[in-house]
């Protein structure tokens, strides 16, 4: 049995679909990313506009952590599509910079 070596002259191109789908998917990230950001924006000004009428302070304390809950988690939703939008983004220019930068094969 005869093992086979890969040698460096069989390295394969990067194809360019998988550059496109770093595109593409940094796109889809970066719209949900912002579309989560006026969420928050749309949720917070809604929660200032009506504020908790209570005399009961546990009841004002519970509202205020439910309301500062709701918002931190739409807000960190769109933290977390930006941060890999901006990595499927870097990801693709790098891929890219690399096809471009690979010497022909032969």
Not at 36 to 53: E, G
Not at 57 to 86: D, E, H, Y
Not at 90 to 103: C, E, N, S, V, Y
Request: positive net charge; glycine residues 10%; aromatic residues 8%.
């Amino acid at each position: 049995m005869s093992e086979e070596t890969p040698s460096q002259n069989d390295t394969a191109t990067i194809p360019l679909g998988k550059i496109l789908k770093c595109f593409s998917g940094a796109f889809m990230a970066g719209t949900i990313a912002w579309l989560a950001y006026r969420l928050t924006a749309a949720i917070a000004a809604t929660f200032a506009a009506k504020p908790v009428l209570s005399d009961n302070p546990a009841v004002v304390n519970i509202a205020s952590a439910v309301r500062t809950l709701v918002v931190g988690m739409v807000a960190l939703g769109a933290g977390v599509f930006g941060i890999a939008g901006l990595g499927l983004f870097l990801l693709g220019l790098q891929l890219a910079f690399q096809r471009m930068t690979q010497k022909p094969v032969g």
